[in-house]
């Protein structure tokens, strides 16, 4: 059974920096490409990040490029997402998530991602 539980939300001020976490179980995690994404009250969720199984590839959504970083950990079963220079419009639930299916590459499109943590609040204040 496949378990992801994020950590390291919490409330920032504008400009600051915050660092998620997300580990993983039930399965060989160095398989399946990462990808994190968001959902904001009264919005559809939204990708933000994903990395392929390796960690060799990255991509990111237009509106965190630059700001945020993806990085996995294949020993310890972790993915990571760094924020930089917060914005109040990144304020979100962010969700980590696994791929249904073994892949090499990237995957950006949620109906590819078949397990789900269970969310971490991020708020930004102005």
């Known amino acids: 059974q496949v378990q992801l539980v994020e950590s390291g939300g919490g409330l920032v001020q504008a400009g600051g920096s915050l660092r998620l976490a997300c580990a993983a179980s039930g399965r060989t995690f160095s398989s399946y490409a990462m990808g994190w994404f968001r959902q904001a009250p009264g919005k559809e969720r939204e990708f933000v990040a994903t990395i392929s199984a390796r960690g060799g590839s990255t991509a990111y959504a237009d509106s965190v490029k630059g700001r945020f970083t993806i990085s996995r950990d294949n020993v310890k079963n972790t993915v990571y997402l760094q924020m930089n220079s917060l914005k109040p419009e990144d304020t979100a639930a962010y969700y980590c998530?696994?791929?249904?299916?073994?892949?090499?590459?990237?995957?950006?499109?949620?109906?590819?991602?078949?397990?789900w943590g269970q969310g971490t609040q991020v708020t930004v204040s102005s």
């Open positions: 998530a696994q791929s249904t299916v073994a892949w090499r590459g990237t995957v950006t499109t949620r109906e590819n991602y078949g397990y």
